[in-house]
């Protein structure tokens, strides 16, 4: 089992910055990659970036340039630094974890709320 815990949300106007941290307990040798994901009100979940155990990164078209995902293994966390934040960004944060067996995790998610 993996246990992962958000932090960082807020709020925030457009065009500012915020860094969100997830931190992973548990079986975290079992780890494969990691992602957050966000969700709008009335809209699907949607993933914006996911990094794998060897750190390559993929991002959602809407956030390339603005958005980095970074891990420090030393610390079992996950970064995402959001720059230049939009109010279409507003949404509820969840830091995901998928292991090998691609068993999924889930945090309980944070919220970010960009005014404009």
């Known amino acids: 089992q993996v246990q992962l815990v958000e932090s960082g949300g807020g709020l925030v106007q457009a065009g500012g910055s915020l860094r969100l941290s997830c931190a992973s307990s548990?079986?975290?040798?079992?780890?494969?990659?990691m992602g957050w994901s966000r969700q709008a009100p009335g809209k699907q979940r949607e993933l914006v970036a996911a990094?794998?155990?060897?750190?390559?990164?993929n991002y959602a078209d809407s956030v390339k340039g603005r958005f980095t995902i970074s891990r420090d293994n030393a610390k079992n966390t996950v970064y995402l630094q959001m720059n230049s934040l939009k109010p279409e960004d507003t949404a509820v944060y969840y830091c995901?974890?998928?292991?090998?067996?691609?068993?999924?995790?889930w945090g309980q998610g944070t919220r970010v709320t960009v005014s404009s």
């Open positions: 548990g079986s975290v040798f079992s780890i494969n990659s």
């Open positions: 995901s974890a998928r292991d090998r067996q691609h068993r999924a995790y």
């Open positions: 990094i794998t155990s060897g750190d390559s990164t």
